[in-house]
Nanobody, 124 residues
Framework: QVQLVESGGGLVQAGGSLRLSCAAS????????MGWFRQAPGEERGFVAA????????YYADSVKGRFTISRDNAKNTVFLQMNTLKPEETAVYYC?????????????????WGQGTQVTVSS
């Protein structure tokens, strides 16, 4: 089992930045590829970014490329999402997730464990 706890969400103006953190506990964190997803009210949960177990492989949704950066610190059992130049339409609950599958994953049904989410609100 892996337990995930997100933090770092909040209210930010359009064009601003936030850094989300996801602290993991339980089984060995470095064994898992990690991902960030987001869900706005009335919408399906969508992929944002993913990172391989070693941190050398990353993948992003087209809508966030060049503005968001996913990273991880296996020594601290934490994965991060640096979000720059935020847009109002990116207001959502952001979730981190862990998968024991091999390689970077971009679909929610391939992830085994989920955090409770952290709210990000971008004002215009």
């Amino acid at each position: 089992q892996v337990q995930l706890v997100e933090s770092g969400g909040g209210l930010v103006q359009a064009g601003g930045s936030l850094r989300l953190s996801c602290a993991a506990s339980g089984r060995i964190f470095s064994w898992y590829a990690m991902g960030w997803f987001r869900q706005a009210p009335g919408e399906e949960r969508g992929f944002v970014a993913a990172i391989g177990w070693g941190g050398g492989t990353t993948y992003y949704a087209d809508s966030v490329k060049g503005r968001f950066t996913i990273s991880r610190d296996n020594a601290k059992n934490t994965v991060f999402l640096q979000m720059n130049t935020l847009k109002p339409e990116e207001t959502a609950v952001y979730y981190c997730a862990a998968t024991s599958g091999i390689g970077v994953r971009t679909t929610s049904d391939t992830y085994n464990y989920w955090g409770q989410g952290t709210q990000v609100t971008v004002s215009s």
